[in-house]
């Protein structure tokens, strides 16, 4: 069963707004990244490429939290604390694709840096949401 997001909040996790992910560095200081994302009802999707510290730290330390804020209205915010539930190579590159389309409108990532294409391993983190904050 998945958590509600409130009717008034769901604007925060289908527009591309540009969302700050937490994780946990190895001594538990906390790291705060801005993330692209994607909403699918059920999971927020992350792409990032192996080896970063969110990476490393989304593997060895799962619990995590995402806060998406309005940017017309910076005291209006959604806070979702949840736990990765998957991770995945498949697709990350077709989906790394699709989120640069929908927040630069370039469906082509990479451009014409071959070598980071060529090198980069992208990943799919899909994070479960356990706790729904919102604030207006």
């Given at each position: 069963?998945?958590?509600q997001v409130p009717e008034a909040a769901k604007d925060l996790l289908?527009?591309?707004?540009?969302v700050t992910l937490v994780?946990?560095?190895?001594?538990?200081q906390p790291q705060?990244?801005?993330?692209?994302?994607?909403?699918?009802g059920e999971y927020i999707w992350i792409n990032t490429a192996r080896g970063r510290?969110?990476?490393?730290?989304?593997?060895?330390?799962p619990k995590v939290t995402v806060l998406s804020t309005d940017p017309d209205d910076?005291?209006?915010?959604?806070?979702?604390?949840g736990v990765v539930a998957e991770v995945t190579e498949k697709g990350a590159f077709d989906h790394i694709n699709h989120l640069s389309e929908r927040y630069t409108g370039?469906?082509?990532f990479f451009g014409s840096d071959h070598k980071r294409r060529a090198t980069e391993v992208r990943v799919i983190y899909k994070i479960r949401?356990?706790?729904?904050?919102?604030h207006d």
């Open positions: 069963m998945s958590i289908e527009r591309p707004i540009v994780t946990l560095m190895p001594d538990y705060a990244n801005p993330v692209w994302f994607e909403w699918d510290a969110k990476d490393k730290n989304m593997t060895a330390r910076p005291y209006r915010y959604l806070e979702v604390r370039n469906p082509d949401p356990t706790k729904i904050s919102y």
